[in-house]
Every structure is written in structure tokens, then in C-alpha cells.
């Protein structure tokens, strides 16, 4: 059974740092594509990251580019979300998921995804 577990949110001041941390089981993590979505309160869920499997290319949403920073470590079989400089916009459950497949490119098109972690909340506040 793919598994999918979130950690590292928390409370954070404006201009801080976190790292999420998506654990798999079940799965190697190389072999999917991950991606990264967040849902801010009364906002629909949002595609923010995602790394291939085949070739470890990644993909930032705009919102995000040259603050965030995905990679994949698959000896831990987890992939991390490195988030700097945050702002409070960026408050909401992050939430991570695997492909359907092994050959999917990254995209932030939710159906492409099968299997989804339980989401960690994240709130930017000072």
C-alpha cells in the first residue's frame, strides 16, 4: 500500500524558514513523480512543486520560484520541500503526492496524482 506521510509544519514569523519532510512507504520514491500542493483557508488546493523521477527535473509555481526548494533523498525515501523567506500568504496544508505512474511528467494537475499524504499545516504569522 502507497503511503504518504507530511511533517515539519509549524508557526513560523514572516521571513523564516521551514523544511517539509514526505515520507514514503510502500513505494521507492524514485520511481514516482512527488508533488507539493498547499490549501489555503477558503482557497482552492494549489500545485506549488513537483520532481520527476526519471530525471530529477523540478517545477515551482510562480508564487513560489527562488524561495522554495524541492529534492529527494531517496536513501531516506522522502522527498523535502525547503521553504525560505516566508510570508504569510504562504499560510495553508501542505500536502504531497505521488503519480499515478512512473513515466508522468511533473504537473500540478491533480488527477495525475494517486496517492496523497494527510497534510501539515504551515501558518506564517508574526
Known amino acids: 500500500q502507497l503511503q504518504l506521510v507530511e511533517s515539519g509544519g509549524g508557526l513560523v514569523q514572516p521571513g523564516g524558514s521551514l523544511r517539509l519532510s514526505c515520507a514514503a512507504s510502500g513505494f521507492a520514491v524514485d520511481r514516482y513523480a512527488i508533488g507539493w500542493f498547499r490549501q489555503a483557508p477558503g482557497k482552492e488546493r494549489e500545485g506549488i512543486s513537483c520532481?520527476?523521477?526519471?530525471?530529477?527535473?523540478?517545477i515551482y509555481a510562480d508564487s513560489v520560484k527562488g524561495r522554495f526548494t524541492i529534492s529527494r533523498d531517496n536513501a531516506k525515501n522522502t522527498v523535502y520541500l525547503q521553504m525560505n523567506s516566508l510570508k504569510p500568504e504562504d499560510t495553508a496544508v501542505y500536502y504531497c503526492a505521488a503519480s499515478r505512474g512512473s513515466y508522468y511528467y511533473c504537473s500540478y494537475d491533480e488527477n495525475s496524482f494517486g496517492s496523497w499524504g494527510q497534510g501539515t499545516q504551515v501558518t506564517v504569522s508574526s
Open positions: 520532481i520527476r523521477n526519471l530525471d530529477g527535473s523540478t
